[in-house]
């Protein structure tokens, strides 16, 4: 059966339910809403998962591994689905939230849904780590427990969907009982959607067929009651005007003590920013967060998580295509019809703080989400439309996922200019994903700026004929750029830079650090053999950096080699930090080298990998000299094809065949003397 049909009757089903939704508000008034029957996240003080499973009455877990927030979006969808379609009262719940130690003793009853994504090289995402470690540690026979998986991966990486495989394999192996096939999603090559519903389609068939559970129409019932606040205003105490967190709206506790992370920021002035290309319509800025007045700290090589906000464009259309630019400064507040959902943002909320600071609004919309949506329609006409694409994988990538169009593009598209005000505000606070911190690999060293920490990042954007595709944090880091220096930018686009209540202003972003395994050696006599083309070279710098410090400290210290290979198209335009490397040569001396490919001064290409290749010998003795190896930069591509070159010097030096140099590549991973770090 083709997608589009089985997609069709979900659609069908969902005007039904926008129907019972209107149905129910005006018989029962909103006060008596059910409960939609399933809770986010856990008790706080509860760990014990059979605990919570009983005392809150679910039948169902969704579990999500989550980093970047597809998974724990995914999670909810699923959940909510589970729910309206089967009746089953669903837990969604963050894997770091409970306790695994007596999961052999769960109620047969129960079904176990996880939603597992792959960070890195195969590893868990940070919330899933010590499950993973009880799986592949204590875990004991699981035989009364009925679960299924959908791993989310990308295919370019080595360990493709490692986790998923994982917990699948060893849930197997523990004799617990699979219900619906094992699926898997791949971000590689843009397919994760449609991998996810068509996953979700044999899970569900797999819930008929074999549990005998009943499908019903599918009933769309807000997990929220969203209560207007008239006679509150925006600027009140206690209002959110789009803070990180409850803390920074009351600013109650001393904000400049941690612990900072996911869930806590540190509002860091970006104390300098420098644009490093020299081009009228490409970007990459040089920004620096001031961590003085903070206990954060980071270590070189760590990754910072910037917490962006919306721009002003796509949040006034945002606001517009909904009807809500005339009430954007209204406060509401939101009441979980569920003991333990969590509320996504602190309420209450001025509308355009929730859209501004905690909804993903411009990234592209997913065809789950154009069929969700379709029935709240502003006329017969547009749902159709709507149904349409969204009921049709090809139309669909044809005529929204190929223009690159956001959500409010999409539905300005499909309704002609007609705005979309019957959607419930309440809805699109469950449509729209939560706003997600950005990392980035830092680019100064922990040794010789104590207190500042570095980012190096290339502004994505992209001029189409009608509008301005733009990535949301970069674009922001740009804007930054453009205020604090005076400069201009074809493609500038603005942000509310003095943030809720002026509490950004000074140039001031929320950020905390992320742990990285991607470090160098602790004997800084051991040679290093850095490749980071592009923004790849941002921890490179650090590394460079920590190197000139530690003989700065110490003339007597053994540096040892540090040979650099970095890339970009030429000379004039994006040699990053091109001023810096003469000086860290200078410094180190011999002991440091860079090797520079230009892909566009000469007519064949020149990447990294050729730079690499020319210098075999070289590499191949530093290599049996114990060399370490870090590679940084785009995962798609680079980062395989210089790991073929490693094999390929390798094999071509020693005169061993290739699966064998592959082999001493693989076992240089295991080893941490070949590590990556790769987006
Ligand atoms: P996003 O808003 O996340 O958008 C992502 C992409 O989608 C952009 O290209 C954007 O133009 C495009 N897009 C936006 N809207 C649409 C639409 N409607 N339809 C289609 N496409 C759309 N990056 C660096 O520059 N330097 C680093 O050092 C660095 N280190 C990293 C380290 C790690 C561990 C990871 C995971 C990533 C790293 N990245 C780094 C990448 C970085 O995290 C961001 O992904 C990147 O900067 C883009 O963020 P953004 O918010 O600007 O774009």
């Known amino acids: 059966v083709p997608n589009y049909t089985l997609d069709f009757a979900v659609i069908a089903g969902l005007a039904l339910a926008v129907a019972f939704y209107f149905g129910r508000e005006f018989i029962f008034g909103a006060d008596q809403a059910t409960s939609a029957g399933f809770v986010a996240g856990g008790d706080d003080n509860d760990r014990d998962l059979k605990a919570t499973l009983k005392k809150n009455n679910k039948n169902a877990v969704v579990f999500f591994g989550s980093q970047t927030g597809t998974a724990e979006d995914y999670a909810t969808k699923l959940a909510k689905e589970l729910h309206s379609k089967f009746g089953l009262s669903v837990l969604i719940a963050d894997m770091a939230d409970y306790d695994y130690d007596n999961f052999q003793d769960m109620n047969s009853d129960y079904l176990f849904f996880f939603l597992v994504a792959t960070y890195g090289e195969g590893e868990p995402t940070d919330n899933a780590v010590e499950f993973f470690n009880w799986l592949e540690g204590d875990a004991d026979q699981i035989t009364n427990v009925k679960y299924t998986v959908f791993g989310l991966g990308n295919s370019t990486y080595e360990f493709y969907n490692a986790m998923g495989a994982k917990l699948n394999d060893r849930f197997e192996a523990l004799g617990a009982e699979r219900i619906a096939p094992y699926g898997q999603g791949d971000d590689g090559i843009g397919t994760m959607d449609e991998d996810f519903l068509s996953w979700k389609e044999e899970c569900f068939d797999s819930l008929k067929n074999n549990l005998d559970l009943e499908e019903r129409e599918v009933e769309y019932e807000p997990s929220f009651k969203l209560i207007e606040q008239d006679s509150q205003v925006a600027s009140?105490?206690?209002?959110?005007?789009?803070?990180?967190?409850?803390?920074?709206?009351?600013?109650?506790?001393?904000?400049?003590?941690?612990?900072?992370?996911?869930?806590?920021?540190?509002l860091a002035p970006v104390s300098t920013t420098r644009e490093l290309f020299v081009s009228n319509d490409r970007s990459c800025v040089h920004a620096e967060f001031d961590i003085s007045d903070s206990n954060l700290r980071y270590s070189t090589g760590d990754h910072l998580a910037i917490w962006p906000s919306n721009s002003n464009n796509n949040v006034s259309r945002f606001l517009e295509c909904f009807g809500y630019s005339a009430r954007k400064d209204e406060v509401f507040s939101l009441q979980a019809l569920d003991t333990t959902v969590s509320i996504p943002f602190p309420v209450p909320i001025t509308y355009e703080a929730a859209v501004r600071h905690h909804m993903e609004i411009s990234g592209p919309i997913s065809r789950q989400a154009l069929a969700s949506i379709a029935p709240f329609a502003p006329d017969e006409e547009t749902k159709k439309e709507a149904l349409r694409l969204g009921g049709d994988k090809v139309?669909?990538?044809?005529?929204?996922?190929?223009?690159?169009?956001?959500l409010s593009d999409a539905l300005l598209k499909i309704s002609k200019g007609t705005k979309w005000d019957s959607v419930p505000f309440v809805f699109l606070v469950e449509l729209m994903p939560s706003l997600q911190p950005r990392y980035y690999s830092i680019s100064s060293s922990s040794l010789s700026e104590k207190t500042s920490i570095h980012v190096t990042a290339v502004v994505e954007v992209e001029k189409f004929d009608d509008h301005i595709v733009s990535g949301v944090a970069t674009n922001l880091l740009k804007d930054i750029e453009v205020h604090q220096n005076a400069t201009k930018f074809a493609h500038n686009i603005n942000y509310d830079l003095k943030g809720p209540k002026n509490k950004f202003s000074g140039f001031k972003l929320p950020v905390h650090v992320r742990r990285s395994t991607f470090k160098l050696p602790s004997n800084p006599g051991t040679p290093v053999i850095l490749v980071g083309p592009g923004t790849g070279v941002?921890?490179?710098?650090?590394?460079?950096?920590?190197?000139?410090?530690?003989?700065?400290?110490?003339?007597?210290?053994?540096?040892?080699k540090t040979l650099l290979f970095y890339g970009c198209r030429n000379s004039k335009e994006d040699f990053l930090y091109k001023e810096e490397w003469p000086e860290y040569a200078k410094e180190l001396g011999d002991s440091f080298e860079m090797d520079v490919a230009f892909s566009r001064e000469t007519d064949q290409k020149v990447y990294v990998q050729d730079k690499i290749l020319a210098r075999a010998e070289t590499v191949d003795e530093l290599l049996k000299n114990g060399a370490y190896v870090y590679v940084c930069g785009d995962a798609s591509k680079m980062a395989r094809d210089v790991q073929s070159t490693f094999v390929k010097i390798i094999s071509t030096q020693r005169g061993l065949p290739e699966e064998k140099a592959a082999e001493l590549v693989r076992s240089l991973k295991v080893q941490n003397r070949y590590q990556e770090d790769v987006w």
Request: charged residues 25%.
């Open 236 to 266: 009140a105490d206690g209002v959110s005007n789009g803070e990180p967190n409850k803390a920074y709206v009351d600013m109650s506790k001393d904000l400049s003590k941690g612990p900072f992370d996911h869930t806590h920021p540190y």
């Open 395 to 406: 139309l669909f990538a044809k005529e929204i996922h190929d223009c690159n169009l956001n």
């Open 538 to 560: 941002a921890p490179m710098r650090g590394f460079v950096r920590e190197r000139t410090r530690l003989l700065k400290q110490d003339s007597n210290v053994t540096i040892g």
